[in-house]
Protein backbone atom coordinates (compact mmCIF):
# COMPACT_ATOMS: atom_id res chain seq x y z
CA UNK A 1 0.00 0.00 0.00
CA UNK A 2 1.53 3.33 -0.79
CA UNK A 3 1.34 5.89 1.74
CA UNK A 4 3.17 9.25 2.84
CA UNK A 5 4.22 9.44 6.18
CA UNK A 6 5.80 12.86 7.83
CA UNK A 7 7.39 13.33 11.14
CA UNK A 8 9.41 16.60 12.48
CA UNK A 9 6.42 18.92 13.41
CA UNK A 10 6.16 20.74 16.88
CA UNK A 11 6.33 23.33 18.93
CA UNK A 12 8.75 26.01 18.86
CA UNK A 13 9.01 29.87 19.67
CA UNK A 14 8.48 32.53 17.30
CA UNK A 15 11.59 33.17 15.04
CA UNK A 16 12.73 29.62 15.34
CA UNK A 17 12.90 26.57 12.88
CA UNK A 18 11.65 23.01 12.10
CA UNK A 19 12.05 20.94 9.12
CA UNK A 20 9.76 18.22 8.29
CA UNK A 21 10.25 15.31 6.36
CA UNK A 22 7.29 13.34 4.18
CA UNK A 23 8.78 9.85 3.16
CA UNK A 24 6.77 7.79 0.26
CA UNK A 25 6.49 4.19 0.66
CA UNK A 26 5.15 1.40 -1.04
CA UNK A 27 4.73 0.31 -4.62
CA UNK A 28 6.33 3.08 -6.01
CA UNK A 29 7.00 3.18 -10.07
CA UNK A 30 7.86 6.99 -10.55
CA UNK A 31 7.29 10.20 -8.40
CA UNK A 32 6.24 13.57 -10.28
CA UNK A 33 6.06 16.75 -8.24
CA UNK A 34 5.85 16.87 -4.80
CA UNK A 35 4.58 19.41 -2.23
CA UNK A 36 3.41 20.56 1.14
CA UNK A 37 0.43 22.47 2.10
CA UNK A 38 -1.23 23.90 5.53
CA UNK A 39 -4.37 24.08 7.10
CA UNK A 40 -4.64 26.60 9.95
CA UNK A 41 -7.88 26.22 12.65
CA UNK A 42 -11.06 27.45 10.38
CA UNK A 43 -9.39 28.13 7.50
CA UNK A 44 -9.11 26.15 3.98
CA UNK A 45 -5.99 24.14 3.05
CA UNK A 46 -3.64 26.36 1.27
CA UNK A 47 -0.47 26.01 -1.12
CA UNK A 48 3.13 26.23 0.94
CA UNK A 49 5.65 24.94 -1.59
CA UNK A 50 6.35 22.60 -4.33
CA UNK A 51 9.19 21.01 -6.15
CA UNK A 52 9.20 19.35 -9.21
CA UNK A 53 11.12 15.75 -10.28
CA UNK A 54 14.06 18.10 -11.59
CA UNK A 55 14.34 20.10 -8.55
CA UNK A 56 12.55 23.40 -9.50
CA UNK A 57 10.38 24.97 -6.79
CA UNK A 58 7.30 27.38 -6.57
CA UNK A 59 6.80 28.95 -3.20
CA UNK A 60 3.74 30.59 -1.80
CA UNK A 61 4.19 34.23 -0.97
CA UNK A 62 3.68 34.25 2.30
CA UNK A 63 6.43 31.57 2.99
CA UNK A 64 8.86 32.96 0.21
CA UNK A 65 12.39 34.07 1.67
CA UNK A 66 11.98 31.74 4.92
CA UNK A 67 10.58 28.50 3.81
CA UNK A 68 12.79 25.82 1.53
CA UNK A 69 11.86 22.64 -0.13
CA UNK A 70 13.71 20.03 -1.25
CA UNK A 71 13.90 16.24 -2.12
CA UNK A 72 15.88 13.47 -1.84
CA UNK A 73 14.60 11.12 -4.78
CA UNK A 74 16.78 8.28 -4.09
CA UNK A 75 14.69 8.29 -0.46
CA UNK A 76 11.74 9.37 -1.75
CA UNK A 77 11.48 11.84 0.77
CA UNK A 78 10.53 15.93 0.50
CA UNK A 79 11.47 17.81 3.17
CA UNK A 80 10.02 21.41 4.03
CA UNK A 81 12.89 23.43 5.61
CA UNK A 82 11.36 26.41 7.98
CA UNK A 83 13.13 29.38 9.52
CA UNK A 84 11.96 32.64 10.75
CA UNK A 85 8.50 31.30 11.76
CA UNK A 86 5.71 33.11 13.04
CA UNK A 87 2.52 32.48 14.77
CA UNK A 88 0.89 32.62 11.82
CA UNK A 89 2.26 29.62 10.43
CA UNK A 90 0.80 27.69 13.31
CA UNK A 91 -1.41 24.97 11.25
CA UNK A 92 -1.11 21.23 10.23
CA UNK A 93 1.03 20.70 7.52
CA UNK A 94 0.63 17.97 5.08
CA UNK A 95 2.76 16.75 2.24
CA UNK A 96 1.20 15.44 -0.94
CA UNK A 97 2.33 13.82 -3.76
CA UNK A 98 1.87 12.98 -7.47
CA UNK A 99 2.85 9.53 -8.21
CA UNK A 100 2.95 6.47 -10.52
CA UNK A 101 2.19 3.27 -8.27
CA UNK A 102 2.34 -0.24 -9.16
CA UNK A 103 -0.87 -2.32 -8.87
CA UNK A 104 -2.69 -4.71 -11.17
CA UNK A 105 -1.29 -1.93 -13.83
CA UNK A 106 0.81 1.39 -13.40
CA UNK A 107 -1.93 4.18 -12.29
CA UNK A 108 -1.36 7.87 -11.33
CA UNK A 109 -2.90 8.96 -8.52
CA UNK A 110 -2.29 11.73 -6.10
CA UNK A 111 -1.06 11.01 -2.19
CA UNK A 112 -1.91 12.66 0.77
CA UNK A 113 -0.21 12.03 4.17
CA UNK A 114 -1.70 12.62 7.52
CA UNK A 115 -0.33 15.83 8.51
CA UNK A 116 1.75 16.84 11.45
CA UNK A 117 1.14 19.88 13.56
CA UNK A 118 3.24 23.16 13.98
CA UNK A 119 2.42 25.37 16.13
CA UNK A 120 4.92 28.55 16.81
CA UNK A 121 4.12 30.58 20.03
CA UNK A 122 4.52 34.13 20.49
Known amino acids: QVQLVESGGGLVQAGGSLRLSCAATGNIFSINDMGWYRQAPGKQREFVAV???????NYADSVKGRFTISRDNAKNTVYLQMNSLKPEDTAVYYCNADMMVITVRISRNIYWGQGTQVTVSS
Open 51 to 57: ITSGGNT
